[in-house]
């Protein structure tokens, strides 16, 4: 067709691109919104470099399928420590009415906070409702609400939303 484009504003700036956080970026989040006392275990996937510098360009993006495996490595045991006995007070900010059951009005207010800090940007309703679901559903699979809560957190920390940054030029 003819008529108007449906790309929006961000085509009279430039094209976005997307970039892949690195390592740096990465832990240093991490610690920004959990505490520097949440370890970090497992092997990132390397940065690309091109000519030498960090590649940034989106045509140099992209995740090997081993990569993603270790990012999900490394999400599982970052989620299990923030919902683990020993961060959970301070790190979550309410309790389950009933540890052993889901409680969605919890991971609503948990997911809500950190979601947005993880994704630099709030969440969508349906990206909240979605997380809020998981926490539930894996929180009935697994037998209690912080076993689903880190299983909701963990999918967060490995969305392209999180491992990827917009940049518009």
């Known amino acids: 067709g003819c008529g108007p484009s449906d790309d929006g504003p961000l085509t009279k700036g430039g094209p976005a691109e997307v970039r892949r956080l690195t390592e740096v970026e990465y832990r240093n989040i991490v610690a920004d919104v959990f505490g520097t006392n949440i370890a970090i275990g497992g092997r990132f996937e390397p940065d690309i470099r091109d000519a030498g510098l960090i590649a940034v360009g989106t045509t140099h993006e992209s995740v090997t399928e081993s990569g993603m495996e270790q990012y999900d490595i490394i999400a599982r045991g970052i989620a299990d420590q923030v919902v683990g006995p020993v961060h959970r007070a301070t790190l979550i900010p309410c309790k389950p009415a009933n540890p052993a059951q889901s409680d969605d009005a919890c991971a609503s207010k948990f997911l809500a906070k950190t979601g ?3 994704y630099r940007r709030p969440l969508t309703d349906l990206e909240l409702k979605t997380a809020v679901k998981a926490a539930s559903d894996s929180a ?3 037998g209690g609400f912080y076993p689903g809560l880190s ?5 967060l920390l490995v969305s392209p939303d999180f491992l990827f940054r917009r940049e518009v030029s």
Do not use: G, P, V
């Open 151 to 155: 299983t909701s957190l963990a999918t």
């Open 116 to 118: 947005r800090l993880l």
């Open 140 to 142: 009935k699979a697994l």
